[in-house]
């Protein structure tokens, strides 16, 4: 077990006003490690910021933990209440047995009962998500809408775009073949890939540009690595996907009878108050995601009609960490309502 108090001290530095001397020193923002029990299990989370300002819950997807918003939760924290967990099964956070403990319905339970047991009842917040935390956010934006004043979602696909695109999309399908790894409908297995503890292909896939310019240390490598390395916590990840049957329903190479079940916008959905989303939102996309095409990104206004789109041409499924200081800005500017670019994807 890592040591369960983390803070961080950063000194944060403030322009000045026109016509005043820049203040010598800002007050620090400290990263603070929590634990509380929320829907049955004992969640782990990291919080910065007064807990008496607008709250703002980022939830991070698969392979991460609550490291991936470190700078967000270190921006955001100068004005507002940041919290980032580690989700069911992942880092410091119980890990349930058994696949059907990873369905869309008690995800969606989690957050509500965290949201609620760390920010208090009745009360509003940002909901950010990337991945299968953006996945988890769409639902729970259908399932919860009151509970939420603004929605960021950060590449991770509506659901029901999902399931049109893994369904009529080639390109889409071809993408999303690691899913019938991970559903073990393949021979080689994710984690016979992953076996002796080889986490190379992830640094190098996730952290591989910030390595290299420097931006990240060995010292922020080995968090990653030590929450890779909590027992069952990968293969609880990929649990995800085995219940809720995040996969094609066939491609080249996994003819549709070979596929007993695959992914399903109605049964991920069921129960949910309206499946559109009325709550304003901001989707984030860095647009050289391999495994999510652009083709996610056509239709949405239909389905969210208050959507706006910022879109990162060069950068891929990790741009919320690749480009931390442009796309921090973007979410602030969005809660704040201030005039963004309103970029359109093709339909």
Same mark, same amino acid.
Request: hydrophobic share 40%; with cysteine; net charge negative.
């Given at each position: ?17 026109? =016509?005043?001397? #820049? ?5 620090? %923002? +400290?990263?603070?490690?929590? @634990?509380? *029990?929320?829907? &049955? ?56 047995? =058994?696949?059907? #403990? ?5 995800? %969606? +339970?989690?957050?509500?009962? @965290?949201? *609620?047991?760390? &920010? ?228």
């Amino acid at each position: 077990m890592r040591v369960m108090t983390l803070v961080f001290c950063v000194l944060l530095t403030v322009m000045a006003l026109p =016509g005043r001397a #820049q203040s010598a020193e800002a007050p620090a %923002v +400290e990263l603070k490690d929590n @634990f509380v *029990e929320a829907n &049955g299990l004992r969640f782990h989370y990291v919080s910065t910021g007064d807990q008496k300002a607008p709250m703002i819950l980022m939830l991070h997807g698969y392979p991460s933990f609550w490291y991936q918003w470190k700078d967000q939760l270190l921006d955001f924290g100068r004005d507002h209440f940041a919290v980032a967990p580690d989700l069911r099964g992942y880092d410091l956070t119980t890990i349930p047995k =058994g696949v059907d #403990q990873y369905k869309m319905k008690y995800l %969606v +339970e989690d957050v509500r009962d @965290f949201a *609620e047991k760390v &920010g208090g009842k009745g009360r509003k917040f940002v909901l950010v998500g990337h991945d299968w935390g953006g996945l988890l956010a769409w639902v729970f934006a259908m399932y919860h809408p009151e509970m939420i004043d603004k929605l960021i979602i950060v590449n991770a696909p509506h659901p029901m775009i999902f399931e049109r695109e893994m369904n009529d999309n080639p390109v889409q399908r071809f993408g999303s073949n690691y899913t019938f790894a991970f559903n073990n409908y393949d021979a080689k297995k994710w984690d016979e890939m992953m076996s002796a503890n080889n986490f190379a292909p992830l640094i190098q896939g996730i952290l591989g540009e910030q390595i290299k310019s420097g931006r990240y240390t060995d010292e922020d490598v080995q968090k990653w690595v030590a929450a890779w390395k909590v027992p069952g916590a990968l293969d609880a990840g990929l649990n995800y996907y085995r219940a809720n049957h995040l996969n094609p329903p066939f491609n080249e190479t996994h003819p549709a009878s070979s596929i007993p079940t695959h992914w399903s916008a109605k049964e991920v959905t069921e129960g949910a108050k309206s499946t559109i989303i009325k709550t304003p939102t901001l989707v984030i996309w860095g647009l050289k995601d391999t495994a999510l095409q652009t083709g996610n990104l056509s239709g949405m206004e239909k389905l969210v009609p208050n959507i706006r789109f910022r879109l990162y041409p060069n950068d891929t499924h990790w741009v919320s960490i690749s480009k931390s200081k442009e796309t921090t800005q973007d979410m602030r500017d969005f809660i704040e309502g201030k005039d963004m670019p309103h970029e359109s994807v093709a339909h």
